[in-house]
Nanobody, 127 residues
């Protein structure tokens, strides 16, 4: 059974930073692509960033590129999302997800390609 647990959300002023963490249990974390998604009130869930199993490749949504960085520590079964220069429009519940299929060299952006999801962590950016 795979469990995904996010942490690190909170309230921050515009221009501030937060680092989200996500721990995924189960075997062979190192083999699986991980992704971050977010859902703002009244909107559909959207892609934020993803990273391949060996950290060789990462992909970012255009709205956050240059401000957010995804990384992973396979020894700790953890993926991170460093968020800098936060804006009020970044306010959302942030979800971490793991694929069911190992491998992949192209970071995937569709939520339908991820099987295991956390409960989410709230990020609120005040203006």
């Amino acid at each position: 059974q795979v469990q995904v647990v996010e942490s690190g959300g909170g309230l921050v002023q515009a221009g501030g930073s937060l680092r989200l963490s996500c721990v995924a249990s189960g075997r062979s974390f190192v083999d699986y692509m991980m992704g971050w998604f977010r859902q703002a009130p009244g909107k559909e869930r959207e892609f934020v960033a993803s990273i391949t199993s060996n950290s060789g490749n990462a992909a970012y949504a255009g709205s956050i590129e240059g401000r957010f960085t995804i990384s992973r520590d396979n020894a700790k079964n953890t993926v991170y999302l460093q968020m800098n220069n936060l804006k009020p429009e970044d306010t959302a519940v942030y979800y971490c997800a793991r694929r069911a299929v190992p491998g992949g060299v192209v970071p995937l952006r569709s939520e339908y390609q991820y099987a295991y999801w956390g409960q989410g962590t709230q990020v609120t950016v005040s203006s």
